[in-house]
């Protein structure tokens, strides 16, 4: 009987162990951040409703979402969030086949459709900008989409100093099971990050029936100075596109005034163009 008793508690004692020891994790920041969604206190993203040119299909670009910008839902989100409403005018059916957004030397970058691919691509640009002397800028916005503000850290509770030092001292019998339990954590976060990620893509090819409305958003590597946002769609007179021009977000992730952008365009155009190599 006495050694049933103490098997059980010793079972107890290993998982209050292992979940202290996962809390501890979690304050600690041993939870990977490529999983972890914004702070609550995150400012919505600011509304654009910017139309496209007229066409039979009416698309708006209702805001840009940005890395640590206004609207933010991930905390570190390595792409740019385009948000847009398509409506079709027309008395018959129509498909919206693809979308590109076109950089500042031209280079298209179509929307991704994975989170984890589009954060490689990022990552790759981002370092082959800077490679190329171009002033990238992961924060970095015109005033359209109003101040960026970093995401707020999840604000720890419940354990003090004390309790942190005393889980740091425990049998390392329950390493395994607090490793167990951290993988566990970063793997329901990374399946909840792809499921947010999926729930707000407009996915393409899309058709809409006359009349029919959709919004959802368009998701492309993190660009600087992007040049114009375009659809490519189809129906049943052929293939057809619509064109945003961008200018209004001059300065995305690029450093510096505009005076000083307008000065290094050049620079910064061979820099884009060489991210395409």
Not at 33 to 53: D, M, S, V
Not at 127 to 132: E, G, T
Request: a positive charge; hydrophobic letters at 40%; charged letters at 20%.
């Amino acid at each position: 009987m006495h050694i049933i008793d103490d098997k059980a508690r010793t079972s107890r004692s290993l998982h209050a162990v292992s979940l202290t020891a996962a809390a501890v994790c979690l304050l600690a920041g041993c939870v990977s951040p490529q999983y972890k969604f914004a702070g609550k206190n995150t400012p919505a993203a600011r509304g654009l409703n910017i139309e496209f040119p007229a066409a039979p299909i009416e698309t708006t670009l209702d805001a840009v979402i940005t890395f640590g910008g206004p609207g933010s839902w991930k905390r570190e989100a390595f792409w740019d969030e385009y948000v847009v409403t398509i409506r079709n005018l027309a008395d018959r059916p129509l498909r919206v086949e693809s979308a590109a957004l076109t950089d500042y030397a031209g280079v298209l970058r179509t929307a991704g459709d994975d989170p984890w691919t589009l954060e490689r691509q990022s990552k790759d640009l981002e370092r082959r900008y800077r490679d190329a002397g171009m002033t990238f800028a992961r924060i970095a916005a015109p005033r359209v989409l109003a101040a960026t503000a970093e995401p707020a850290v999840i604000s720890s509770a419940g354990i003090g100093s004390a309790g942190a030092a005393a889980a740091a001292t425990t049998t390392a019998v329950a390493l395994p099971v607090y490793g167990l339990t951290v993988l566990g954590i970063n793997k329901h976060n990374k399946a909840a990050i792809k499921a947010e990620f999926t729930r707000r893509r407009l996915p393409l090819p899309l058709s809409l029936e006359p009349g029919e409305t959709r919004t959802g958003s368009l998701f492309f590597p993190m660009t600087p100075n992007p040049r114009s946002l375009g659809l490519d769609w189809s129906n049943e007179s052929g293939k057809n596109d619509s064109v945003l021009a961008l200018d209004f977000l001059r300065g995305l992730h690029v450093k510096g005034t505009e005076a000083a952008m307008s000065d290094g365009r050049e620079r910064n155009q061979r820099a884009q163009g060489a991210a395409t190599e």
